[in-house]
């Protein structure tokens, strides 16, 4: 069930007066409303937003408006900023910088903060950030420049990344040497996340457990190794 049309009325706003705040033509938005066109992740985002809501609930997923993370977030929120700002995206950039005005010596300002897709599974016949794979979407500094995250598994890049840290991923399809990337090995599975070595005329997914033993991927096999993006910071899950 697509909550849309329920959550706009509430705000008692028309459709043209939604497509105009959210800054995208009108049929486009219609055809949202209506469930004739499926917005992408980012557009995904920028709807929740809009609405101070949580993606599954807005989808008819969930029954919960807003889910414990985004809450928390909410949470760090003045009140004052909450009821001007119109949504979170703006609410937490106001917030930041009242934050920043107002830092006491010694103290380190609230960061610029952006929404990305937290993903699961990740086949390569769909998008990265498509709906199907998106589990809900998380919070994370804007410095970090990251395109989505993914849930570590496993104990395979021990010491340095635990399970159940979080690696937040700057998408994109090539890797420098030595990079720490995410990739997907056939043409479905969950993505890998391996230091990347070319040797050669091979690749090298290389895990940092030494009690684990290196994939070398060579000839025809290459074909089938595709780059989802490189990790640009690991943080243990919060």
């Given at each position: 069930?697509?909550?849309?049309?329920?959550?706009?009325?509430?705000?008692?706003?028309?459709?043209?007066?939604?497509?105009?705040?959210?800054?995208?033509?009108?049929?486009?938005?219609?055809?949202?409303?209506?469930?004739?066109?499926?917005?992408?992740?980012?557009?995904?985002?920028?709807?929740?937003?809009?609405?101070?809501?949580?993606?599954?609930?807005?989808l008819?997923?969930?029954?919960?408006?807003?889910?414990?993370?985004?809450?928390?977030?909410?949470?760090?929120?003045?009140?004052?900023?909450?009821?001007?700002?119109?949504?979170?995206?703006?609410?937490?950039?106001?917030?930041?910088?009242?934050?920043?005005?107002?830092?006491?010596?010694?103290?380190q300002?609230?960061?610029?903060?952006?929404?990305?897709?937290?993903?699961?599974?990740?086949?390569?016949?769909?998008?990265?950030?498509?709906?199907?794979?998106?589990?809900?979407?998380?919070?994370?500094?804007?410095?970090?420049?990251?395109?989505?995250?993914?849930?570590?598994?496993?104990?395979?890049?021990?010491?340095r990344?635990?399970?159940?840290?979080?690696?937040?991923?700057?998408?994109?399809?090539?890797?420098?040497?030595?990079?720490?990337?995410?990739?997907?090995?056939?043409?479905?599975?969950?993505?890998?996340?391996?230091?990347?070595i070319?040797?050669?005329?091979c690749?090298?997914?290389?895990?940092?457990?030494?009690a684990?033993?290196?994939?070398?991927?060579?000839?025809?096999?290459?074909?089938?190794?595709?780059?989802?993006?490189?990790?640009?910071?690991?943080?243990?899950?919060?």
């Amino acid at each position: 069930m697509n909550r849309i049309p329920e959550l706009r009325k509430e705000r008692g706003i028309s459709m043209k007066q939604a497509a105009e705040q959210l800054g995208m033509p009108y049929t486009t938005y219609v055809n949202y409303e209506k469930g004739v066109r499926q917005p992408n992740s980012e557009t995904l985002i920028d709807l929740a937003n809009f609405y101070n809501t949580s993606i599954d609930y807005m989808l008819g997923k969930s029954n919960e408006r807003i889910d414990e993370h985004t809450l928390d977030v909410v949470n760090e929120i003045d009140q004052d900023i909450l009821e001007k700002a119109g949504n979170i995206k703006e609410a937490l950039r106001l917030q930041a910088k009242r934050d920043a005005e107002t830092v006491p010596p010694g103290f380190q300002p609230m960061p610029e903060m952006d929404w990305v897709p937290l993903v699961g599974r990740i086949a390569c016949g769909t998008p990265i950030t498509a709906e199907e794979n998106v589990e809900r979407i998380v919070c994370v500094p804007s410095k970090w420049h990251s395109t989505f995250t993914l849930t570590c598994k496993g104990d395979s890049m021990e010491p340095r990344i635990h399970d159940g840290d979080l690696a937040l991923v700057h998408r994109q399809d090539t890797l420098e040497n030595g990079d720490l990337g995410v990739l997907i090995y056939g043409d479905e599975g969950e993505g890998t996340l391996k230091r990347y070595i070319q040797r050669g005329n091979c690749v090298v997914l290389q895990p940092f457990n030494p009690a684990y033993s290196e994939m070398v991927i060579k000839g025809e096999d290459l074909n089938h190794l595709h780059i989802a993006g490189r990790v640009v910071e690991t943080k243990a899950k919060w």
